[in-house]
């Protein structure tokens, strides 16, 4: 059972643009669709981690706004960082679900149970992962990977309930 999704920024979460304004703030647009289904997979009692090679306060914004329990900014071996929340969780690679989209995050693509990458992830990622989804990294491919994981393990009502 998956009980641990992991999320890359940059290229899913986001549409990988990074942009600066003229005194140097960055501005991400992250998808509401992708936020709604976040908090309602961690209302369930399952939990989320952001595990992205940049830094950005915009990010740690985001994660505390929806309750992620995992963040982990400026990290270059993100498959290790996500064996140190596995360790610390009590859960192993067949509890989790990742998502990302470029030659960063293969190892822990490959290690995970269920990969995913947004329609628009390298060529290379796709041919590896198990799902290339129809949405573009920002265009809440999250959403639609935790769909498919919700109706993977049968958790469609209990998902449901969460709002109606």
């Known amino acids: 059972m998956i009980e641990l999704l992991v999320l890359d920024v940059d290229g899913c979460m986001t549409d990988g643009a990074i942009i600066y304004t003229?005194?140097?703030?960055?501005?991400?647009?992250?998808?509401?669709?992708d936020g709604l289904a976040i908090v309602s997979w961690i209302r369930m009692g399952k939990k989320a981690?952001?595990?992205?090679?940049?830094?950005s306060k915009i990010v740690q914004q985001r994660a505390r706004e929806l309750g992620i329990q995992h963040l982990c900014q400026g990290?270059?071996?993100k498959k290790k960082r996500l064996e140190e929340i596995?360790?610390?969780e009590k859960l192993t690679f067949d509890n989790v679900a990742v998502i990302g989209d470029d030659l960063n995050d293969?190892?822990?693509l490959k290690a995970a149970k269920r990969s995913f990458t947004p329609a628009d992830g390298v060529a290379y990622i796709q041919a590896q992962v198990q799902t290339v989804l129809g949405k573009?990294?920002?265009?809440?491919c999250v959403r639609e990977m935790i769909d498919i994981i919700v109706a993977e393990e049968g958790l469609q009502e209990e998902f449901l309930?969460?709002?109606l």
């Not at 981690?49 to 830094?55: D, N, P």
């Open 22 to 33: 003229q005194n140097g703030d960055e501005i991400k647009a992250f998808n509401v669709k």
């Open 49 to 55: 981690a952001i595990i992205t090679g940049r830094e």
């Open 75 to 77: 990290v270059s071996d």
């Open 86 to 88: 596995l360790e610390a």
């Open 106 to 108: 293969y190892h822990m």
């Open 136 to 140: 573009k990294g920002g265009d809440a």
């Open 161 to 163: 309930k969460q709002w």
